[in-house]
C-alpha cells in the first residue's frame, strides 16, 4: 500500500513573492502507484522545463554545456524515502528527466560533500522536500543553502514542496525546526554563521510558495 497525498489549504498570511511550490499531507492509503499529488509535481516541472529549453526560464546561465542535471532533490531520507521520494524519482525518469538524488548518484570514493555541490550547480531545477525533520540534518541545510546560492546568482528554477508539514512552521522555524536550530547552535557554536546561514534559507525557500 502507498501512502497517497492530497493538497491542503495553503494559510492566507505571507511572506514575499510566490515563485512555486506545493504542500501535501498524508490522509489516507491506496493501490495507486503514482498518486496525482506526483503526477501535479511533475507536470509542474515539465512545464517549466519546456519553458527553459525555449528560454524562456532560465536565469542567467544560457549554455546548455553547464547542465548535468534536469533537477536536483533536496530531501529528509528518513522522513521521505522509502515512500514519496521513490515514487517521484520513477515518475520523473518516466517523463526522460534527468534527476540526481545523492544515494544513487554519487560515486564511491569521492568527497560527497564537494560532489553535491558540484551536482547542485549543474542542475537546472531543485525540488525542495520540506519534511519534519528536515532541518535536523546538517547534510540537508548544507544542499539547502547552496541551492538559495545558486537560485540567485544562476537563476536555478526552485520548487519547494511540504512534506506533511505546515509551511508557517519552516518560515517561523517552530517545533520540530526550532528544536534542530538550538541543537545546531550547540553543535556550531564557534560558527553560528553557518546556523544563520541555513535559517536563512529555510525562510528562503519558505518565501517561493504561492
Keep these: 500500500m502507498n501512502l497517497f497525498l492530497v493538497p491542503v489549504e495553503l494559510p492566507s498570511h505571507h511572506i514575499g513573492k510566490p515563485q512555486s511550490s506545493l504542500v501535501y499531507r498524508k490522509v489516507l492509503k491506496t493501490n495507486n502507484p503514482e498518486p496525482k499529488i506526483i503526477q501535479d509535481i511533475v507536470r509542474e516541472l515539465w512545464y517549466k522545463l519546456s519553458h527553459a529549453f525555449l528560454g524562456e526560464d532560465v536565469g542567467r546561465i544560457t549554455s546548455e554545456a553547464l547542465w548535468s542535471n534536469d533537477v536536483f532533490l533536496n530531501f529528509r531520507g528518513e522522513d521521505t524515502h522509502n515512500s514519496f521520494i521513490g515514487q517521484l524519482h520513477v515518475a520523473l525518469k518516466k517523463k526522460g528527466i534527468i534527476t540526481f538524488r545523492d544515494y544513487e548518484n554519487l560515486e564511491r570514493g569521492k568527497y560527497i560533500l564537494v560532489e553535491l555541490f558540484k551536482a547542485i550547480e549543474k542542475s537546472r531545477f531543485a525540488i525542495v522536500i520540506l519534511s519534519k525533520h528536515f532541518a535536523t540534518s546538517t547534510w540537508c541545510l548544507e544542499e539547502l543553502a547552496t541551492i538559495i ?7 536555478m528554477i526552485v520548487l519547494p514542496t511540504f512534506y506533511n508539514v505546515d509551511p508557517s ?42
Design 169 to 210: 512552521n519552516v518560515w517561523k522555524q517552530t517545533g520540530t525546526f526550532a528544536q534542530a536550530s538550538t541543537e545546531h547552535e550547540e553543535r556550531f557554536k564557534e560558527n553560528i554563521e553557518k546556523v544563520q546561514t541555513w535559517r536563512d534559507a529555510l525562510r528562503e525557500v519558505t518565501n517561493l510558495f504561492g
Design 149 to 155: 546560492e545558486c537560485m540567485k546568482e544562476k537563476g
